[in-house]
């Protein structure tokens, strides 16, 4: 007898850590939507309305900003196979898993790669990567934003003029950063971010926005090859470069299919899309400033429970992403079991790390959809019954009591006027 199988119906959880968070409603509704042709005329409307809006996301005015299908590793994978030409030297600075992942894929894109290492939980100096980079003398600088295995963010914002003194494209990984903490395109002179949706944009997983500045265009289409099978004959560069050693994520033809040419290549995920463009909506409506001040203020309420709670917080503290923390597990603590207990009992998931913090740490994410004071408290109740449980001795109520305080003493600066302005946010 062949098995019968009944209609999804995945369990009710509340996702708290490190992403996949819960998507936001309204997302999710957006990708139910019908679906039309890719050249229906509303299609490219939609596509042309996702570029603008996603503009606003990068705070760039970037033309080049548009969806590659797939997750976040996806927009990484087109940007470093676009713009890195087997033998060139990359420079990657690795401050956690995702910096190594970057090496990996230029790696893969047969590049010279040279790295600079620290110690998970700190950040580089702008002095030390100009130092490498003067020493390198890389054609690509490849960096992490957020590293979400650390919950370190690195800051930016000196490295782009570093960048562009030295000759060198500056690419950055904002997939877990991105809306929930500053990151200013243009004004801190990057060449490309991807990003993904799980995380601050409150969306599925499943498809990577990306900006390009007219530079790395510039790169971009000096290898500009069209398909032989759609090639008209006249739109062959004279002199082409070297051909870009991945069809899917050839962002010349990516380019060309998302600007006015419509030239075909893939069939655009006209779902995500729609779940993409929706996230973008929502930011765009609250404001970068507003979105980011919001994860500032209930990432702080989660770490002022953690505290409340007894837990030492891992990592320097000055360059926590707003949006995800990590806390030691304590000495003797089944740090896997506690988190089942957290699942099985109250159906929240929370996260570990990977590599050397695995089982050493807990990571409590509070961005996107579920960057909400509600979640942030029912977390901490749990988490404490579990820690209990678990025999570790906390203060009764300590955790919640803790959030309630830092939300009632923020609610009175913001009533006097003196809130601080990157924990503003509404509440
Ligand atoms: C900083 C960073 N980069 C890349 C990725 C890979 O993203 P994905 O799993 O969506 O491909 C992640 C996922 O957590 C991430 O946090």
């Known amino acids: 007898m062949s098995p019968t199988f009944d209609q999804i119906h995945p369990p009710q959880r509340l996702l708290m850590g490190p992403g996949p968070i819960n998507a936001d409603p309204r ?35 970037n033309d ?35 910096g190594h992942l970057l090496r990996e894929i230029a790696e893969r894109c047969g590049a010279e790669v040279h790295t600079l290492e620290c110690e998970w939980g700190q950040v580089f100096r702008p002095e030390q990567i100009e130092a490498a980079i003067r020493e ?29 003194r030295e000759g060198v494209l500056f690419y950055s990984d904002a997939t877990a950063s991105l809306a929930g903490n500053p990151l200013k ?35 971009v289409h000096a290898r500009r090859h069209v398909e032989a099978g759609i090639s008209s004959g006249s739109d062959r560069l004279a002199e082409p470069g070297a051909r870009i050693r991945s069809n899917y994520f050839d962002l010349s033809m990516v380019l060309d299919y998302w600007g006015e040419l ?29 979105a980011i001040a919001r994860h500032a203020l209930h990432g702080q ?59 050493k740490v807990w990571r409590l994410g509070v961005m996107g959809y579920n960057a909400r004071r509600d979640t942030v408290l029912t977390t901490l109740a749990a988490l404490e019954q579990t820690l209990r449980r678990g025999g570790v001795k906390t203060v009764a109520g300590g955790g919640v009591g803790a959030a309630l305080d830092f939300y009632q003493e923020h609610q009175r600066q913001a009533a006097n006027g003196r809130a601080n302005p990157s924990a503003g946010g509404q509440s």
């Open 262 to 290: 419509r030239l075909n290549h893939h069939t655009e995920a006209t779902s995500m899309l729609y779940g993409a463009r929706e996230c973008a909506l929502l930011l765009v409506n609250e404001g970068m400033d507003n």
């Open 27 to 61: 997302v999710l509704r957006a990708l139910s939507a019908p679906l039309i042709g890719q050249y229906d005329p509303a299609m490219t409307y939609y596509m042309n309305e996702t570029m603008q809006l996603y503009r606003g996301v990068f705070e760039t005015t």
């Open 185 to 219: 395109t243009d004004e801190w002179g990057l060449d490309a971010v991807t990003a993904g949706l799980q995380k601050c944009l409150a969306g599925p997983s499943g498809s990577s926005p990306l900006t390009l500045s007219p530079r790395a265009v510039e790169v």
């Open 301 to 359: 309420a989660m770490v002022e429970g953690l505290k409340g709670l007894g837990l030492a917080l891992f990592g320097d503290q000055a360059h926590r992403m707003n949006n995800v923390s990590a806390v030691m597990i304590p000495d003797g603590l089944d740090g896997d079991g506690l988190r089942r207990s957290m699942l099985e009992d109250f159906g929240i998931e929370i996260g570990t790390s990977f590599g050397p913090l695995h089982g």
């Open 136 to 164: 390198v003398k890389p054609s690509v600088l490849a960096l992490v934003q957020g590293d979400t295995s650390t919950t370190m963010c690195q800051p930016l914002e000196d490295i782009g003029a570093i960048c562009r």
């Open 64 to 98: 080049a900003t548009l969806l590659i299908d797939g997750t976040s590793r996806a927009g990484i994978e087109a940007v470093l196979v676009s713009l890195i030409q087997p033998g060139e030297r990359v420079l990657v600075p690795i401050f956690g898993r995702f």
